[in-house]
Nanobody, 124 residues
């Protein structure tokens, strides 16, 4: 089972940037689809981005397309989320998730391992 630890959250003004990292333990990282999700207060957890095991396939929610970039370095067991042009609506707890399957997915229920989350707050 992969264990995940996120870092890099914080407070930023609208229009600014943040980079999140997710370090994974376990020997299955390179064969796992990785995803980022977020949950704002009073809202359901929502998909943000996902990346295939090789790093060549990526998917994004429409709300972040063109502003966020997901990437991974399998040699470092790490997945990243670069967030640019942040908006107040991006404020949420961001979670890293792993799916022990080669087929990419975007539903939270398709991911079996989750990190503890990191807070991202965007002020207007």
């Amino acid at each position: 089972q992969v264990q995940l630890v996120e870092s890099g959250g914080g407070l930023v003004q609208a229009g600014g940037s943040l980079s999140l990292s997710c370090a994974a333990s376990g020997r299955t990282f390179s064969r796992s689809v990785m995803g980022w999700f977020r949950q704002a207060p009073g809202k359901e957890r929502e998909f943000v981005a996902a990346i295939g095991w090789s790093g060549y396939t990526t998917y994004y929610a429409d709300s972040v397309k063109g502003r966020f970039t997901i990437s991974r370095v399998n040699a470092k067991n790490t997945v990243y989320l670069q967030m640019n042009n942040l908006k107040p609506d991006d404020t949420a707890v961001y979670y890293c998730a792993a799916r022990s399957d080669l087929a990419i997915a975007t539903r939270a229920g398709d991911f079996g391992a989750w990190g503890q989350g990191t807070q991202v707050t965007v002020s207007s």
